[in-house]
């Protein structure tokens, strides 16, 4: 029997000197998965590890690479330390562990808290162990959101990137410092319009310049940007120039969570 073993770091418990290291808890899992495959006289198959990924992130490229290579039927067991190390989306563990794990002939075996598809009496702990993990998964997610409110009152920036404009202090997680180069380009922004400029002309003058537009430029500083609808354009547009203007931290006004605070007020509130 080919047995395809899968780590993955929990956020918990990581304890890494450096950031290629695997961590402590992923050795300490391979070591024992690796002790009980040999135990039970399987084949290792391969080793899948994701490292610093959410048990909520489906984004794992070792995670889909072993759903890929179970689909193919390059294996017939998957092993892991916990339930939870695989997924803890219950959604997931009724698509996989329950649907499609048993139609590729794939036997699902965790450890820890013993479960296993070949013994169909534990499928009920299965899904137990799966609506636990669900409800960590919401009560996370809860702190976090509280944890997040908390430091937006406060005045902390808690955005992955710093606005065009500004960057993050590296010595003070959350507060912003003027990025004086690209300030430069947003004071004339302002100043052009004050001036009379439409949005349309201002913007073709700075690509008539050869100025990097927010985009670039961040990806000039080395920060992996990506934008939110997955479209890269090196050029300035109306719409670029439109929320440098319309946006209040270039006041000094911090405005964060408008749009997670509206959407709470519309639920509330009484319909019309």
């Known amino acids: 029997m080919k047995v395809a073993i899968y780590c993955r770091l929990s956020e918990e418990d ?6 290629t290291d695997d961590s402590n808890s992923i050795q300490n899992q391979k070591a024992m998965l690796l002790q009980y495959a040999m135990e ?28 890929k290579d179970a689909e193919n039927r390059k294996f017939d067991i998957i092993l892991c330390k916990t339930q939870a190390r695989f997924t803890r989306e219950l959604e997931l563990v009724e698509k996989y562990i329950h649907g ?17 598809t070949a013994n169909k009496g534990n499928k009920k702990s299965r899904q137990i162990n799966g609506f636990v993990n669900e409800w960590y998964l919401e009560d996370m997610s809860e702190n976090i959101r509280s944890v997040l409110t908390n430091r937006r009152q406060n005045g902390f920036h808690i955005g992955s990137f710093a606005v065009y404009g500004y960057l993050k202090d590296p ?21 052009l319009f ?20 927010p985009m670039v430029y961040k990806k000039m500083q080395g920060l992996k940007f990506q934008p939110g609808n997955g479209n ?6 109306r719409v670029a120039i439109t929320d440098i203007l319309e946006n209040e931290i270039y006041i000094g006004n911090m405005v964060q969570g408008k749009y997670f605070l509206q959407d709470k007020e519309k639920e509330t509130s009484p319909e019309r």
């Open 14 to 19: 990581s304890n890494k000197q450096f950031e």
């Open 171 to 191: 010595d003070n997680k959350g507060r912003l410092i003027i990025d004086e180069e690209a300030a430069t380009i947003v004071r004339e922004i302002f100043t």
């Open 40 to 67: 039970q006289r399987w084949e290792l198959y391969r080793i899948y590890s994701d490292d610093d990924y959410a048990g909520a992130d489906r984004g794992h490229p070792e995670f889909n690479e072993l759903l």
């Open 194 to 213: 004050v001036q009379g400029h439409g949005k349309t002309a201002i913007a073709r003058i700075l690509n008539d310049r050869g100025v990097p537009n």
């Open 100 to 116: 499609l794990f048993p139609l590729w002939g794939i036997r699902f075996v965790s450890i820890v808290d013993n479960a296993d």
């Open 232 to 237: 890269f354009c090196n050029l300035w547009k």
